[in-house]
């Protein structure tokens, strides 16, 4: 490889435009409003324990749930949002109580916890998560596994102010 | 040479009901499920085998068991089928009432939930049909086009419930066990054949 398909002033440019770009879409209030809450999931709520306590991570770990908070309308990334995780697991049922927790997001507007490794149940893969406190609307996921081998799970949420 | 075919139709059998009942007694999900959803899914398995006698006994189709012997058992079968479901509902229910709930309401975010319901509900309605066959007074015509038809959903409502779910039975048992129920119930209907004479009996009826 002694040809470069591009050169570094090439690349430097062609990225900050495309960067520029991006940044300007996504400031554009046109495109801003389009940003749509996200509804509750069908069976998300199954098995809720209203109040999880927030914990550094569920049992033993091993598996990571994770993804982001954002806002409804501007999209702005929501830090210090509590959200509640639980799942049937190599640990426990999902109605068990140590198959519950919570967690905060980052400044970023990120959240990630670990858990033990879920297992299928009721037929699927899966997880559920809330966003169940007081400032915005209440959100229940469902996220299901696309192979119950994944070791990680996400799932995003947009939130609509109550 | 009636012998042979006769063991190897009656080996044959065993292995496909016994066989997948056996991977998912095996399976590792076992391990870190309580005994009541053990229980509850283990119910699910061996209704998927009592199912696939069925078809067999009201047809006449296993060697030594002529078609009256055969419809006495395909009785006693069809209420231990409804009993595995019964036990199937309720310990799943047990195990998770809001998912239970969502189920028999239609409103789960699974298909296999939709599927698995049906089937119960046409299990349900073809055992009422045998159930007070007498007291009904249909015409034998009839009766027999209604309980086949009940029987047609079933069938294709649990393979559909069990083909989509991701549980303790092993993919490739479940979709063999799944191919042998569908080929069986073919064949049986088409020994039967249940819309013969519906027709006529329609005419007579309509004469009367």
Redesign the interface.
Same mark, same amino acid.
């Given at each position: 490889m002694s040809h470069t398909l591009m050169d570094r002033r090439t690349l430097i440019a062609t990225g900050t435009a495309a960067v520029l770009a991006t940044a300007s879409t996504l400031a554009s209030p046109l495109r801003a409003k389009s940003l749509a809450p996200t509804t509750s999931?069908?069976?998300g709520? @199954? @098995?809720y324990l209203p109040g999880a306590p927030v914990v550094d991570r569920i049992g033993g770990g091993g598996f990571l749930m994770f993804g982001a908070v954002r806002r409804a309308g501007d999209g702005v990334p929501l830090e210090g949002i509590r959200i509640q995780i639980w799942a049937?697991?190599?640990?426990g049922?999902?109605?068990d109580p140590w198959s519950h927790g919570a967690t905060l997001t980052n400044a970023d507007g990120i959240f990630q916890l670990e858990m033990p490794q879920i297992?299928?149940?009721?037929?699927?893969?899966h997880g559920h998560l809330a966003y169940d406190s007081s400032e915005f609307e209440t959100v229940f996921l469902?996220p299901v596994m696309a192979s119950?081998r994944d070791r990680s799970l996400s799932a995003h949420f947009v939130l609509q102010p109550a | 040479m009636a012998a042979f075919r006769a063991i190897l139709i009656w080996a044959a059998l065993a292995v496909v009901t016994a066989g997948p009942v056996v991977v998912a007694a095996n399976s590792e999900l076992l391990q870190y499920r309580s005994a009541i959803y053990i229980t509850a899914g283990c119910a699910g398995v061996i209704a998927l085998a009592l199912l696939l006698l069925q078809p067999l006994l009201a047809a006449g189709l296993l060697p030594g068991l002529p078609m009256p012997v055969g419809r006495r058992i395909h009785r006693w079968t069809g209420a231990t089928l409804l009993f595995a479901v019964a036990v199937h509902v309720a310990g799943l229910w047990i195990t998770s009432p809001p998912d239970m709930i969502d189920a028999l309401t239609f409103t789960a975010p699974t298909a296999f939930s939709a599927f698995g319901v049906i089937a119960m509900w046409a299990l349900v309605a073809a055992a009422l049909l045998a159930g007070f066959r007498k007291s009904l007074r249909l015409r034998p015509q009839v009766w027999r086009l209604a309980h086949t038809m009940a029987a047609m959903v079933v069938v294709v409502g649990t393979v559909a419930h069990a083909l989509m779910i991701e549980g303790t039975m092993g993919t490739g048992s479940k979709i063999m066990m799944c191919v042998v129920l569908g080929a069986l119930l073919v064949l049986a209907v088409r020994r039967l054949r249940p819309w013969a004479g519906v027709s006529r009996a329609r005419e007579t009826q309509a004469q009367e």
């Open positions: 999931m069908r069976g709520s @199954n @098995n049937h697991t190599t640990e049922h999902e109605r297992v299928p149940a009721f037929g699927q893969p469902r119950s | -």
